[in-house]
Structure formats: structure tokens, C-alpha cells
Nanobody
Framework: QVQLVESGGGLVQAGGSLRLSCAAS????????MGWFRQAPGKERKFVAG???????YYEDSVKGRFTISRDNAKNTVSLQMNSLKPEDTAVYFC?????????????????WGKGALVTVSS
């Protein structure tokens, strides 16, 4: 059974940092593109950051310079380091895998999803 499980969410003040982790199991993910998406209340799910199976990096404009995505294929994990957090970063963050390697970074292109981790940034 393929699973993606996020951890590391929580409440943080504006300007603070959090690190999200995603543990993957059930298959090999080293040949999959991995991404983080987020969904704020009442809004659609949107791309945040992605790392290809060759470790090429992609970021949504509003998080560039603040967020860093990384992966550890030996541990089947992907992480998102979030610095200088803002109240507008408040959302449920989802880990996702694109094992067809489309590198198109939209929700419909992802094959597997985690259940999400809530990040709340207070002002």
C-alpha cells in the first residue's frame, strides 16, 4: 500500500520557521518527482515547491528565497524547510508524488497524496 505521511506542522509566529517532512512507503519514490502543495480555507490546492527525480528544484514565486525543498532517496523522504513565515502561508500542506514524471506541478498531475499537515502562522 502506497502511503505518504506528512509531519512537522503546527503553530508558529510570523517570521518563524517550520520544517515539514514526508515519509513515503509502499514503493520506490527515487524515480518520482515529489512536490508540496497547500490549500488555504475556502481556496483551491496550489503548488508550493517541487523536486524532480534528478533533484531539479521548482518554487512558487511567493515562497522563493524562504522555502527550501529537499529529498533523501535512501530514506524515502522529502522535506520542506519554511523560513520567514507569513500569515498568508497558513494552510494545510500536502506532500505529493508524480511517478509519471510529468514535471507539470499541478494537482491533477500527481499520482499519490498525503493527508496533509496544518501550518498556522499567527501575526
Amino acid at each position: 500500500q502506497v502511503q505518504l505521511v506528512e509531519s512537522g506542522g503546527g503553530l508558529v509566529q510570523a517570521g518563524g520557521s517550520l520544517r515539514l517532512s514526508c515519509a513515503a512507503s509502499g514503493r520506490t519514490f527515487s524515480n518520482c518527482d515529489m512536490g508540496w502543495f497547500r490549500q488555504a480555507p475556502g481556496k483551491e490546492r496550489k503548488f508550493v515547491a517541487g523536486i524532480t527525480w534528478t533533484s531539479r528544484l521548482y518554487y512558487e514565486d511567493s515562497v522563493k528565497g524562504r522555502f527550501t525543498i529537499s529529498r533523501d532517496n535512501a530514506k524515502n523522504t522529502v522535506s520542506l524547510q519554511m523560513n520567514s513565515l507569513k500569515p498568508e502561508d497558513t494552510a494545510v500542506y500536502f506532500c505529493a508524488a508524480d511517478c509519471r514524471v510529468t514535471s507539470r506541478w499541478y494537482p491533477g498531475s500527481m499520482d499519490y497524496w498525503g493527508k496533509g499537515a496544518l501550518v498556522t502562522v499567527s501575526s
